[in-house]
């Protein structure tokens, strides 16, 4: 016997998408395999890695520990939903390329999307709050330096935009 399966209208990067799904397919997964959006990266599948965050009405949210019908109804923005319409890549996209706030990459989209909310509520960070900022997200390579300078960094660019 199949698990039964929900119709859910999910809004994904300003776009409203009909998927069908079981009722414990994570948000995660309906981003990665039902709407093909795979910059979210699974990593620990627990919430405590960071690798899935997006935004949720605005806010960071582990896309790996909600479920793709409790998302009905809010507006999701993965990393995909970070550039401009025309591709010009957001300040906090910038500032990671700038300077050098990845290595393998893996992480590198819950940093974005972490970064983006949290310039948003403090524009103008400290040296520790740009370090508590990135706090909850894990990476591997780096050893934190240039992301944290990546986020000091996105601040600026942020605050130069007209």
């Known amino acids: 016997m199949s698990e039964e399966q929900h119709d859910v209208r999910l809004t994904v990067n300003g776009t409203t998408y009909?998927?069908?799904?079981?009722?414990?397919?994570?948000?995660?997964?309906?981003?990665?395999?039902?709407?093909?959006?795979?910059?979210?990266?699974?990593?620990?599948?627990?919430?405590?890695?960071?690798?899935?965050?997006?935004?949720?009405?605005?806010?960071?949210?582990?896309?790996c520990l909600m479920l793709?019908?409790?998302?009905?109804?809010?507006?999701?923005?993965?990393?995909?939903?970070?550039?401009?319409?025309?591709?010009?890549?957001?300040?906090v996209?910038?500032?990671?390329?700038?300077?050098?706030?990845?290595?393998?990459?893996?992480?590198t989209p819950g940093f974005l999307t972490t970064v983006t909310a949290g310039l948003r509520d403090n524009p103008r960070p400290t040296h520790e709050e740009a370090r508590e900022m990135v706090a909850g997200n894990l990476c591997r390579c780096t050893g934190y330096q240039n992301i944290v300078a990546a986020v000091e960094r996105a601040a600026e660019l942020q605050r130069d935009r007209p």
């Open 18 to 63: 009909d998927v069908r799904v079981p009722a414990r397919r994570l948000l995660s997964d309906a981003l990665r395999h039902d709407l093909g959006l795979t910059g979210t990266h699974v990593g620990c599948e627990h919430g405590v890695c960071g690798a899935c965050t997006v935004l949720v009405d605005g806010a960071p949210a582990r896309a």
């Open 68 to 91: 793709a019908v409790a998302s009905e109804g809010l507006a999701i923005t993965t990393v995909e939903g970070l550039a401009a319409d025309d591709g010009a890549l957001s300040p």
């Open 93 to 107: 996209q910038q500032a990671f390329a700038e300077c050098h706030g990845l290595q393998c990459g893996f992480c």
